[in-house]
């Protein structure tokens, strides 16, 4: 067999090189895992991807993920793999297994199942606990293989009640004591490779019966030593999530003051909330002021509604909370159908008002003027003639009856959407703008979370898709705007200077895209986690290949068995000859 100069030439490709610079077209040599050349006409590989008419880009870098149970059981990180994505960043929110002491392994299993829907058996038939400090669950991880790279951040809620039990989870103040042991914690947890820290500071993130976050009101000392312990480690950066209450300005000022003094890059999850529609506006602001005085600091943005998905196959659907739908919620699908399109048992549900517990509650469940039909071909800007409401009165019907029988639709799939962030105005304007922001990132995409009701795992194609070609509602992005966002912005925002660019000596992470077929599936829901679990998943077309450290991970969206993915322990610098241009 005659040797090779490259073990995998994508030929003719369109390169969306990750810098923002103009597309071009070349061939990409692959050898040992590595980019080896990027030119025309290189010599024959032992593999040969014809890559004519398509993208070759970088692969994608998500950096808000919560595939911390998943990735202790499962080789497949998807959905977030089946969207070009080739490394993911997990243990965001302040949520996540280690480290944990065995008696507190039911605590953190229903945390997790409250703050992001990953159910309790799931859990904890999934989970293996063979570990119990953070080096421990790293180096469980390191055993593994997956489909693509993975980092672990070290999550403040599991830090918190390892280190203060019962007062920890109870949202007691801190002591001294306290706080050096978590920050003696931290600096072991970065040292061994953890690629930055998170907490939670909103009321959104509550265990599974209804408890804040065990981080919701952890004071500045408590915040400020844990991120000195990791400047004393020199490793890692810090990523927060905030209600930005009471005072929003005094809230971001001390996210500055963590930056500031422990010398770490920080950055926070930004939305735009319907109770404050123009605050996001000031973040930014603010965010421009401490980046102009050289603190390391970026908001985390999406480039869709953060929205809930309802329906009878979900957490929850309009009808979850009333007596009558009770009666029938152990139904089996088919037979719960059956009964939501009797007339008679319709009129009795429908006569009957209920109220949810907890985040999601009545009035968001039955928001008709908020809410829109989800179809096979998903719309995640939607305009307000296609509210429900809209609909069922250009219809002539109630909205509660158009919302049964969509979710009827498709043989009892049908589901409704729900945007509660990036939506006050019923468009994806404020998106645009922070997107376009020099001081943001892409991320909030929660793969691995919210298996009932969020299924945001898509972000990355999306992004592409909507933002750069169909968006019909606003002004759009270049194609190698959205690629530069979500490969080398991204990379570089968590310290990971190795991937994210097609230059030669960087990691082969890269996608060959079939730009004009790619397509967005409607989110479907799979029974394929631990003890029967459901998860709502979601599918794309359009991605030829998916290359991770030079292997073909995906072929039109199809596993071919490779799993070259593997924990990567804190940052990575770039190549000797490219960090010195």
Partial sequence: MADHLYDLVLRGGTVVDGTGGAPFV???????????????????GATEIDATGKLVTPGFVDIHTHYDG????????????????????????????????????????????????IPFPVLT?????????????????????????????????????YVMGERGANRDPATPEDIAQM?????????????????????????????????????????????????????????????????????????????????????????????????????LA???????????????????????????????????????????????????????????????LLSESGDAKGPFRGSMLQAWDNMYLLGEIPDYEQGPERTVKA???????????????????????????????????????????????????????????????ICDGSFPTSMLTHWTRDRTRGPKFAVEQVIRMQTRDTAEAVGLLDRGLIEVGLRADLNVIDYDALKLHAPSVAYDMPAGGRRLTQKAEGYVATIVAGEVTYRDGEPTGALPGRLVRGARSAPLALAAE
């Avoid at 209600?243 to 929003?248: C, K, Q, R, T, V």
């Avoid at 970026?298 to 929205?307: D, E, L």
């Fill in 26 to 44: 070349a061939d990409v040599g692959v050898k040992n895992g590595l980019i080896a050349a990027v030119r025309p006409n290189l010599p024959a």
């Fill in 70 to 117: 998943q990735a202790t059981w499962d080789n497949r990180l998807n959905p977030s793999s089946g969207h070009g994505v080739t490394t993911v960043v997990m243990g965001n929110c302040g949520v996540g297994f280690a480290p944990c002491k065995p008696e507190d392994h039911d605590r953190l299993i229903r945390l997790m199942e409250g703050v992001e829907d």
């Fill in 125 to 161: 038939e999934g989970l293996p606990w063979n570990w119990e400090s953070f080096p421990d669950y790293l180096d469980a991880l390191d055993r593994r293989v997956f489909d693509i790279d993975l980092a672990a951040q070290l999550p403040h809620a599991a830090l918190r009640v």
């Fill in 183 to 283: 920050a003696e914690i931290a600096r072991r947890a970065m040292e061994a490779g953890a690629i930055g820290f998170s907490t939670s500071r909103t009321l959104n993130h509550r265990t599974s019966d209804g408890q804040p976050t065990p981080t919701l009101n952890a004071g500045e000392d408590e915040l400020m030593g844990i991120a000195l312990g990791m400047k004393a480690a020199g490793k890692g950066v810090l990523q927060l999530v905030s209600d930005f209450a009471p005072d929003p300005i005094e809230e971001i000022a001390m996210f500055r003051r963590l930056s500031e003094k422990s010398g770490r890059p920080l950055s926070f999850t930004l939305a735009q909330s319907a109770k404050a529609p123009e605050l996001y506006k000031t973040m």
């Fill in 286 to 348: 603010k965010v421009s002021e401490a980046v102009d005085a050289g603190v390391e600091m970026k908001a985390q943005v999406c480039g869709r509604p953060v929205g809930v998905l309802f329906g009878l196959e979900l957490t929850m659907n309009p009808f979850s909370p009333t007596e009558t739908y009770r009666e029938i919620a152990h139904l089996p699908l088919a037979e719960r159908a059956a009964m939501l399109a009797d007339p008679a048992f319709r009129a009795r």
């Fill in 391 to 453: 609909l069922a009165a250009g219809m002539g019907v109630w909205p509660e009856d158009l919302a049964i029988d969509h979710m009827l639709s498709q043989g009892g799939r049908g589901m409704l959407y729900h945007p509660f962030l990036n939506y006050a105005d019923g468009s994806l304007a404020p998106s645009f703008e922070m997107l376009g922001h020099r001081d943001t990132v892409p991320g909030l995409s929660d793969g691995g979370a919210h298996v009932g009701m």
